[in-house]
């Protein structure tokens, strides 16, 4: 099946620091999604992206749907340590019913 | 307005055991859809439901079934139990086809023993 790689898997930054991660695909998807988790909660959906080339914000977060349809990236400026948490990227597939995720990327913000 | 939630919140079995995990959608969605998260994991799709039936389906044996209710709810039931079911499973709502918009519950922890 499809597989989303997503890197970096972790990241330690200092509270003020900007953060990008990104996430690449073998497969063409119609929609990317990026989803925060924290601690014994469900993912919260942060962004979606719906077309090729796409750039949304969404705060202090910025996220772009890569022309190839293969990628996108995560941007978090000027981070506060309640972004504490694990950030995954989703496809959606062309029928729109199934969601692949990566594997997360662990960010850790020291105050 | 009550979000997506699920019960139990913590469950521990046996080997070969069954179990049986619920899920209410957000008020208004009418589509289910579960999920398997392993530890350090990002959740695998498992099956949607949609009007009652399994719209779609991910790479997950027949040992993992479900159901859903005239009232959207869901159920997700594992039999013959390994221990390499014990994760957190996730069920996720949304309307119609609009399944961009997925709100998940908190999920069920289960523990194989």
């Known amino acids: 099946g499809q597989q989303l790689n997503q890197s970096p898997q972790s990241m330690f930054i200092q509270e003020g620091e900007d953060v990008s991660m990104n996430c690449t695909s073998s497969s063409i998807f119609n929609t990317w999604l990026w989803y925060k988790q924290d601690p014994g909660e469900g993912p919260v959906l942060l962004i979606a992206l719906y077309k090729a080339g796409e750039l949304t914000s969404n705060g202090r977060l910025t996220a772009q749907f890569g022309i190839t349809r293969k990628d996108s990236f995560l941007n978090i400026s000027a981070s506060i340590p309640s972004d504490v948490g694990i950030y995954f990227c989703?496809?959606?597939?062309?029928?729109?019913?199934?969601?692949?995720f990566g594997e997360g990327t662990q960010l850790t913000v020291n105050p | 307005d009550a979000g997506v939630t699920q019960s139990p919140t913590h469950l521990i079995k046996t080997r070969g055991q069954q179990v049986t995990l619920r899920c209410s959608p957000k008020s208004g969605h009418d589509t289910v859809s579960w999920y398997q998260q392993a530890l350090g994991q990002g959740p695998q799709f498992i099956f949607q439901?949609?009007?009652?039936?399994?719209?779609q389906r991910g790479n997950f044996p027949d040992r993992f079934s479900g159901h859903q209710y005239p009232n959207y709810s869901s159920e997700l039931n594992v039999n013959a139990l390994l221990l390499g079911d014990s994760a957190l499973y996730l069920c996720?709502?949304?309307?119609?086809?609009?399944?961009?918009?997925?709100?998940f519950g908190p999920g069920t922890r289960l523990l194989v023993l």
């Open positions: 996720a709502s949304s309307w119609g086809h609009l399944q961009e918009t997925q709100y």
């Open positions: 439901y949609y009007e009652e039936e399994e719209r």
């Open positions: 989703a496809g959606l597939e062309t029928s729109g019913s199934r969601l692949t």
